[in-house]
């Protein structure tokens, strides 16, 4: 089936940016998400970018997306220790029909 | 926004007894619910697709009658895990949708269900 693949976890220090990566199978996907889960708490959606873009930018994150390479990218800027979190990418839409399939999430560590 | 709640947000049963799930979307009406379960430094599995007032989608190799759901209303969804066992010990997370097709899901808090 098809299929979304994420780093586990990533390291950054307090004010640089962060740069989470993900890859996705479903060539066909309408929409790709980036979602955000704190320890103990269910998933809040932080943004997502249609298939027919190759950018977005909300605030502090930046998400960009490769077709061709099936590559979607979130860059926070500035990080601070709040962003500590497991990061969801995911993808919509295609032959998974209006099925979400998740990857396994980033956790990503902030250092002050 | 949309919010959606679960209850209860922890669970602890013994080995063979069933446990429900509510997923309730407090603002909106969800015409689609889904449930998903969470294993430790996994992705999300999608269970089901609950659609109100007909019988849910099951994924597959999710059991059915092992997996109860119920969409009574456009605000409230069950799930109840029927004679539960320790493998079925997982976080179980629900999201609404305001209509099929709709881009956004919210998400509930999610279920810690513990069986021991």
């Known amino acids: 089936g098809e299929d979304v693949e994420q780093s586990l976890f990533l390291s950054v220090r307090e004010g640089d940016s962060s740069v989470i990566n993900c890859t996705y199978t479903?060539?066909?996907?309408?929409?790709l998400y980036w979602y955000k889960q704190e320890p103990g708490a269910g998933l809040q959606l932080l943004t997502y970018?249609?298939?027919?873009?190759d950018m977005k930018q909300d605030q502090r994150l930046t998400v960009l997306l490769n077709k061709k390479d099936k590559h979607l990218s979130l860059r926070i800027a500035d990080t601070q220790t709040g962003d500590s979190a497991i990061y969801f990418c995911?993808?919509?839409?295609?032959?998974?029909?209006?099925?979400?399939?998740f990857g396994a999430g980033t956790r990503l560590f902030v250092k002050a | 926004g949309a919010v959606v709640s679960q209850h209860p947000s922890r669970v602890i049963c013994k080995s063979g007894t069933s446990v429900k799930i509510e997923c309730r979307s407090l603002?909106?009406?969800?015409?689609?619910m889904f449930w998903y379960r969470q294993f430790p430094k996994k992705s999300l599995m999608l269970m089901a697709t609950?659609?109100?007032?007909?019988?849910?989608?099951?994924e597959q190799g999710v059991e059915k009658d092992k997996f109860l759901i119920n969409h009574a209303s456009l605000t409230l969804s069950t799930l109840t895990v029927t004679s539960a066992h320790p493998e079925d010990s997982s976080f179980y997370i629900c999201?609404?949708?305001?209509?099929?097709?709709?881009?956004?899901?919210?998400f509930g808090p999610g279920t810690r269900l513990t069986v021991l």
């Open positions: 995911a993808s919509e839409g295609g032959t998974g029909g209006f099925k979400t399939i």
């Open positions: 970018i249609f298939s027919n873009m």
């Open positions: 603002d909106f009406q969800a015409t689609t």
């Open positions: 999201s609404a949708k305001y209509r099929t097709g709709e881009s956004e899901q919210f």
């Open positions: 609950s659609n109100e007032g007909s019988k849910a989608t099951y």
């Open positions: 479903d060539s066909s996907s309408t929409y």
